[in-house]
């Protein structure tokens, strides 16, 4: 028989991004360098699959489960963001504060979580995979490089024992792997790890009573002056309509003009 | 001819059990005088089984129509004999069309004719081909037209109704053929109007909004072009409706279509600034006004809206389009009371004013057959104890320009709803995809209804207040019937229709006796309307006086004989001619 590991209870640390609704056509900006950003934004859904896993996680076992923080960093309309995951059941926020239409490298976004991670200490942070809008898809591992952390990626099943043994299921080509680790523990989210709930207007309410904690960069001592310039953003080619022909000669004429037989 | 009702998608084929049956069960209820000449000779042309059934007693067959047999004998009871005063068409008729319409595609018949010194034949179609045009969508309603037309211009619609002016032949003009009352397909031979090859955008002007386009255009290929057109984008055509894809402005200005965006943009009535419509003897009228106050005369392009094709033929129409919102919210509540419903809905109206853009209701017989279908991804909405205690639920969409302003109103409104305990519980989506989802349970109501059993389906028109006290009372007076398994309601309750589901074991004309005419006595009872945004169509062209006085209809019958004197215009259908003629 295996030794049962000693019971803990640990703090859940879930990063939510603002990012451009998943629904929302983009729009290349008129100058070109980005997207037109004066659209519908909400929670990047891997983000959102997250926050709803760790609620799970409490609702399973709600004696282990000591605290659900939500952090973003973004501008100041970032709030809303955290604020629906404070209305799904997160209990506190933190809010990182950059001015608007500020880039926020993933290097960065991982070095302010380490920060306030070993400042507030959290035992298992959950986070999406990537985020849709610039679709990095590093700072989880970055995060877990710079702790120094196990980390269980891509997740599409997630188990916490009791004791702190963690097991994640993760999708990979042709069938499913398993890998266990041990908090303290990044784990990034799939898609099919769950469905996250609707935001149910009492637990709005009760939302916009918690707490959220506003920092800025300097307050951890960070910069986060990008590394990266973006030189243009440019839409994919258009594709070319077709035409009509009115018979089978010209069909066959045109193929040939194309060169195509 | 486009509809409204955005989600009858799939709506039962069996439905085609209904229309005979009504007219043979409900002499001197309400329509009586009005009904047609049935005479049996003009049955002579359809499946024999029918036949007999409607000549021997009352036309029960119809509800042994499987989806099976539905190719062979769509429609067999329409009671309305073919008018003899309208032509044959024949090949030297095609060949005369052909004349005026050049193009080799405008024509579609199966009218056939070897041609000897051309060796060529006039048929440039199937009977396949022509059943797009000739069944309308749900499968319910079949002609059996040879002939389809589909002009490129104002001018060749226009060439075309002159000539069938001349030669005595009867027009059924179609849009997007999507309609649910069987106004967009011929009941007999009847020739076939396509509007879909005009298609053009002619202008918008982005500082009036007032878009001035043809006809045949696709709603959401003009609502696309709206949102994204250069160089100012984020307009919105003020009408939204399920059948978006496939419905056409013009059939959406002929029948008057109501939709989603009703309750914000008002109906078409309001949007439409002008038309050009061909008139029945092939004049056009030249209404394309931009203007959004003319008060010189009667009227008249309100006369071509809502007319369904039976004094003219819309070929363009110039609206006025408002700003696409760049704020939009969706909320579900769950309420235990349709009492409660209408405490929510005016306290929805009166904190958020003029950004509600949308106030759906529908029952827990429609939810839970949304649920047991599938529609409902993965978890419930609400929580287990409100979702068991809920009786109705209620849509509220959010339209506005600034999302901070929205959200404090929305905040206000939901505290005023749970401190006064008017709702068990509510939701907000949070993005884009949750109120997709929201969305999708109302507009599954009418197909997953469909699917849990034979649905008779009612669009009526009714206050507000009263818009559950008549599904109540279908379900009291239906009650110990073994044959209906429920009686649902879902609607626009912010407009005050309602869509009421009987389901029942089997389509049959005593069940059907069970229901008609009494929902339309009842409807009656609460003035309200018997076709709220469908439309009359065939379906519904014999209850119009449930509805309308016999003043009104009178009058209706004179503005259709001014316009068109030879009827030829869409028979069959809409205002009904008198018995006598």
């Given at each position: 028989m295996r030794p049962t590991l000693p019971s803990l209870k640990y703090n859940i640390l879930v990063p939510v991004k603002r990012s451009i609704d998943y629904a929302v056509k983009i729009r290349v900006a008129s100058d070109g360098k980005g997207v037109d950003t004066n659209v519908k934004h909400s929670m990047n859904p891997f983000d959102e699959i997250a926050v709803e896993e760790a609620i799970r996680l409490r609702e399973k076992k709600p004696s282990v489960v000591s605290s659900i923080t939500a952090l973003s960093i973004g501008p100041p309309k970032a709030a809303d963001t955290i604020r629906t995951a404070l209305a799904m059941g997160a209990d506190s926020g933190i809010h990182i504060t950059v001015p608007e239409s500020t880039v926020v490298e993933p290097i960065s976004v991982a070095h302010a979580l380490k920060k306030v991670i070993e400042d507030k200490k959290f035992d298992l942070v959950i986070m999406g995979k990537q985020a849709i809008d610039d679709d990095s898809g590093s700072t989880g591992g970055m995060l877990a490089g710079m702790l120094g952390w196990g980390q269980g990626s891509f997740a599409s099943k997630l188990e916490v024992e009791e004791g702190g043994k963690v097991n994640v299921t993760r999708e990979i080509d042709g069938g499913l792997e398993k890998v266990e680790g041990k908090l303290p523990m990044i784990v990034t989210t799939d898609l099919r790890l769950n469905e996250p709930r609707y935001a149910s207007l009492p637990n709005i309410m009760k939302a916009k009573k918690k707490k959220i904690e506003t920092l800025k960069p300097e307050d951890l001592g960070l910069d986060f002056t990008p590394r990266f310039e973006t030189i243009s953003v440019s839409e994919p080619p258009k594709r070319q309509g077709g035409g009509k022909v009115e018979s089978v000669d010209e069909l066959v004429g045109k193929m040939k003009e194309a060169g195509l037989i | 001819m486009c509809q409204g009702e955005s989600a009858q998608s799939t709506t039962s084929l069996c439905q085609c059990s209904s229309f005979g049956v009504r007219l043979s069960e409900t002499p001197g209820a309400g329509p009586s005088g009005r009904r047609h000449p049935t005479s049996r000779t003009g049955l002579s042309r359809r499946p024999v089984a029918a036949d007999r059934s409607i000549i021997g007693r009352a036309p029960q067959i119809l509800h042994r129509y499987t989806t099976a047999s539905l190719h062979s004998a769509r429609h067999p009871s329409y009671p309305y004999q073919r008018n003899g005063k309208y032509t044959i068409l024949t090949t030297s008729h095609v060949k005369e069309l052909r004349s005026l319409l050049p193009h080799p595609t405008s024509i579609l018949t199966t009218l056939d004719l070897e041609?000897?010194?051309?060796?060529?034949?006039?048929?440039?179609?199937t009977e396949d081909d022509l059943a797009f045009y000739n069944i309308d969508w749900m499968g319910k309603y079949k002609g059996r037209s040879q002939v389809v037309v589909r002009p490129r211009s104002t001018e060749e619609v226009a060439k075309v109704v002159r000539w069938c002016h001349g030669n005595d032949v009867a027009i059924v003009p179609q849009g997007g053929n999507t309609g649910l009352v069987g106004g967009s397909t011929p009941i007999h031979d009847e020739l076939i109007l396509s509007l879909s090859h005009l298609t053009a955008i002619r202008s918008f002007d982005s500082l009036s909004g007032v878009l001035t386009v043809e006809a045949g255009a696709i709603l959401e290929t003009v609502d696309s072009f709206l949102s994204n057109q250069a160089p100012e984008p984020g307009f919105i055509f003020p009408l939204d409706l399920g059948a978006k894809g496939s419905c056409q402005v013009g059939g959406n200005a002929a029948t008057n279509a109501g939709g989603l965006r009703l309750l914000r943009y008002g109906s078409l009535r309001g949007s439409v600034l002008g038309l050009e419509v061909v008139l029945p003897d092939g004049r056009v009228w030249e209404g394309l006004s931009g203007l959004r106050k003319d008060n010189t005369g009667y009227d008249m392009k309100q006369l071509f809206i809502g007319s369904e094709g039976s004094i003219g033929i819309i070929t363009a129409i110039s609206i006025l389009c408002p700003r696409r919102s760049s704020s939009t919210n969706v909320a579900l509540f769950a309420l235990p009371t349709y009492d409660a419903c209408l405490e929510v809905f005016s306290q929805t109206k009166k904190h958020l004013g003029e950004i509600l853009s949308a106030f759906e209701m529908f029952d827990k017989a429609s939810y839970d057959a949304v649920k047991a279908h599938g529609g409902i991804k993965g978890r419930n909405v609400f929580e287990e104890q409100a979702q068991k205690e809920a009786r109705f639920f209620c849509l509220v969409e959010t339209s506005g320009s600034n999302a901070e302003h929205d959200a404090e109103k929305l905040s206000n409104l939901f505290e005023s709803l749970l401190s006064a305990s008017l709702i068990l519980d509510g939701a907000l989506a949070q993005d884009a995809s949750q109120s997709a989802e929201i969305w999708k349970i109302r507009e599954l109501c009418p197909e997953s209804l469909s699917k849990s059993g034979k649905a008779y389906k009612y669009d009526l028109s009714v206050p507000v207040e009263k818009m559950y006290t008549l599904v109540e009372r279908m379900r009291d007076h239906l009650r110990g019937n073994e044959r209906i398994k429920g009686v649902a309601g879902f609607g626009h309750m912010g407009d005050g229709n309602l869509h009421l589901n009987v389901l029942a074991t089997e389509f049959s004309d005593d069940i059907q006796r069970s229901i008609e005419p009494l929902i339309y006595q009842l409807v009656s009872e609460y003035d309200g309307s018997i076709s709220a945004e469908h439309g009359l169509g065939a379906m519904k062209a014999p209850y119009i006086s449930f509805s309308q006085s016999t003043n009104s209809i009178e009058l209706m019958r004179r503005i259709k004989e001014i316009f068109d004197p030879k009827g030829i215009m869409n028979p069959y259908k809409f205002v009904l001619p008198r018995r006598d003629e």
């Open positions: - | 041609d000897p010194a051309t060796a060529t034949s006039t048929a440039t179609a």
